[in-house]
């Protein structure tokens, strides 16, 4: 017979029933709601892999856009994206345009004595001294006027431009004159022709003198050679040098290659003065040598003055510049006449 055990549920069943749909599946809690499974039969179709996926537009992958890493960098980052990079390539800029500069050094773009090289133009051969030169510590001095033209007075030649080296010539003399002792050095010009030791022999003659500055006792004056050269064994040079190269020898001086000089430690003598004197000598070169000599070597012994002609017919100051006129006094040679 059929129907219900004597407990009143269905038979195999819980209190409530069973639902065919849901197997021996227990009733749901009360309230909570329940999404019924279908017994249909499984689908037997064999898996195949979707295609409909390539059919998409590219750069979206499940339904969103798929940014590139630049858009991504940009939109993180906003205005500092642009800025970094500009940065970064004014930064190089600048490096490789300091990289491709050129460094100048004063050396290369002007001369000693300041003037401006272009940097198209040979540059000058620099006329080399055999000993280093001293710094001088008074300021140079020679017989510079504003419009002195080169006169040549006199019989005999010289040449304009030397080797631009000097040589010391070799020797030495005995103590001329008494008194504290001074000692010098002759030099002469390499390539100007002219005889070392005849040169020397007239300074020494001159300095010897005692109408010269060894005058009473005041001084005595020694000629040294070229050891003592070397070992700076010496008080001031006296050089004869060509009127092309008076401008190494005083530099700054404005001689115009006309007149001498005293720079440094070196009374430097023209060569053209040397051989023709000056105009208002009328051919004395004789007296004039003394005189150079003299006016020169007095500059380097620290007589600094150029005095003036201290009255018509009188006798000249040594240290007058007489090279430039006599102006009205008579020529003369000496400290103490």
């Not at 227990?26 to 499984?42: N, S």
């Not at 140079?140 to 006027?145: T, Y």
């Not at 000692?183 to 001159?206: K, N, P, Q, S, Y």
């Not at 006798?315 to 000496?334: E, F, H, I, S």
Request: net charge neutral; with cysteine; hydrophobic share 35%.
């Amino acid at each position: 017979m059929g129907g219900h055990p004597a407990d009143g549920r269905p038979p195999g069943g819980r209190a409530g029933g069973v639902r065919p749909e849901l197997g021996d599946a227990p009733d749901p809690p009360l309230g909570r709601r329940v999404i019924p499974r279908t017994t249909a039969a499984p689908d037997r179709t064999p898996l195949v892999a979707r295609t409909d996926l390539l059919d998409r537009p590219r750069g979206r992958v499940y339904g969103r856009p798929r940014h590139g890493r630049v858009r991504g960098f940009v939109e993180r980052y906003g205005w500092r994206a642009y800025a970094v990079p500009l940065l970064a390539i004014a930064t190089v800029v600048v490096l490789l345009d300091l990289a491709r500069t050129p460094l100048t050094t004063p050396s290369s773009s002007s001369t000693s004595a300041g003037t401006q090289v272009s940097p198209s133009a040979p540059s000058a051969v620099e006329l080399p001294s055999p000993t280093a030169e001293p710094v001088p510590t008074a300021p140079a001095q020679g017989d510079v006027g504003p419009s002195v033209a080169p006169q040549v007075v006199g019989e005999e030649t010289y040449v304009e431009k030397g080797a631009g080296t000097l040589s010391v010539v070799d020797g030495s003399s005995p103590v001329l004159g008494t008194g504290p002792l001074t000692r010098f050095i002759v030099e002469v010009e390499d390539g100007i022709g002219v005889d070392g030791a005849g040169f020397a022999a007239a300074v020494e003659a001159t300095l010897g003198d005692p109408r010269s500055w060894g005058n009473g006792g005041r001084r005595s004056f020694q000629r040294v050679g070229v050891a003592e050269a070397a070992a700076g064994q010496f008080d001031f040079k006296v050089g004869l040098v060509s009127p092309g190269s008076m401008e190494t020898y005083c530099p700054g001086v404005g001689t115009g290659g006309y007149t001498s000089c005293r720079y440094g430690d070196r009374a430097v003598i023209n060569l053209a003065r040397w051989a023709t004197a000056v105009p208002d000598y009328e051919g004395d070169v004789a007296t004039y040598r003394l005189y150079v000599i003299n006016h020169e070597v007095g500059h380097a012994l620290g007589n600094r003055e150029h005095p003036p002609c201290p009255g018509p017919g009188q006798l000249a100051p040594v240290m007058q510049q007489q090279t430039l006129g006599l102006d009205g006094c008579l020529k003369n040679a000496w400290p103490y006449p």
